[in-house]
């Protein structure tokens, strides 16, 4: 519908609540209150799942020791973002070198229960869009002359459908079993021991477009599979919004199945000067610290919520 229907339609329903005996059939009031409500969302471009939870993935580029070392310092910035938020989280898969750093980790953050958010985006609507390319640019800590160095790392962001009470189930992302390789293999604990005998761990690769997902946090495999498997449709749904994939009739159709390292959505220098730069935006700040190390990035989150 275009805007001026929509606040057409609003202003009809909150003219039937404004009646005497609007109360008197209570399941018809409730109907009517959702309905403003996600007519509303609309309005204020809210998206279907913009208000569940969310599912993040860090991918280290090229580089070895930098780029695991940068994506490590993500992980960070976003988990003092997500504690200033007031939201929860879980390391749910993460791959890390001896030096501390993260060739990939995912992560499920957790706000509060979407049908308690009445307006708004949650963790899914906030965050979808740090979604792409981020460069570090710095003194590398790993080079004995002191070279600067340039890092890259990926960031992604799905819904969690796997989320109790979420937005959605994924049920509308039908994966036939025909189309899912699954590989077993044991949970690793901190320092790459191995905490549980039997094997736990999960990954699931969908045949017709080679995108995976893996889970490992959980005590039991049909957790972990359960887990893998929601990540897997929160990426395809990711692929299909972004158009990387296409789907006709009941069949995937990849268009690339690589993650490329194409042009990056937001730079963080650290040297010659310290700056921080959306290059969608053109937001910028020169208080890296505060980005970096307090997670305060709310400046850029809501000048993307506008793109």
Do not use: C
């Amino acid at each position: 519908m275009e805007k001026q229907e929509i606040e057409n339609k609003i202003k009809e329903l909150e003219g039937e609540m404004a009646m005497p005996d609007f109360w008197s059939d209570k399941e018809k009031a409730q109907e009517i209150i959702k309905e403003i409500q996600n007519l509303k969302d609309e309005l204020e471009g809210v998206g279907q799942y913009d208000k569940g939870d969310a599912v993040m993935t860090i991918f280290s580029g090229a580089g070895g020791d930098d780029s695991e070392d940068f994506s490590a310092m993500l992980l960070k910035m976003y988990f003092k973002y997500f504690e200033n938020k007031g939201w929860s989280y879980a390391i749910l898969h993460e791959n890390q070198n001896d030096n501390g750093g993260y060739r990939n980790i995912t992560v499920e953050i957790n706000g509060p229960h979407f049908a308690e958010a009445s307006r708004g985006f949650g963790p899914y609507g906030t965050l979808k869009n740090e979604s792409g390319v981020h460069r570090l640019v710095r003194i590398s800590p790993f080079n004995a002359n002191q070279k600067r160095h340039t890092s890259f790392s990926m960031v992604e962001v799905i819904p969690n459908f796997s989320a109790k009470g979420g937005p959605a189930s994924g049920g509308e992302i039908e994966l036939p079993l025909s189309e899912l390789k699954v590989e077993l293999s044991r949970s690793s604990g901190p320092g790459g021991q191995n905490i549980n005998k039997r094997e736990t761990a999960v990954r699931i690769v969908h045949t017709p477009t080679n995108l995976s997902a893996q889970a490992d946090g959980e005590r039991s495999q049909a957790q972990n599979k359960e887990k893998a498997l929601a990540i897997l449709k929160g990426k395809i749904f990711k692929a299909l919004e972004d158009k990387r994939i296409e789907k006709q009739e009941n069949m995937y159709v990849s268009k690339t199945t690589e993650i490329t390292w194409g042009n990056q959505i937001r730079s963080y220098v650290l040297h010659p000067y310290k700056k921080v730069r959306d290059h969608r935006t053109e937001v910028e700040t020169s208080d890296v610290e505060a980005i970096l190390e307090e997670g305060k990035l709310d400046k850029f989150i809501e000048a993307e919520k506008s793109l």
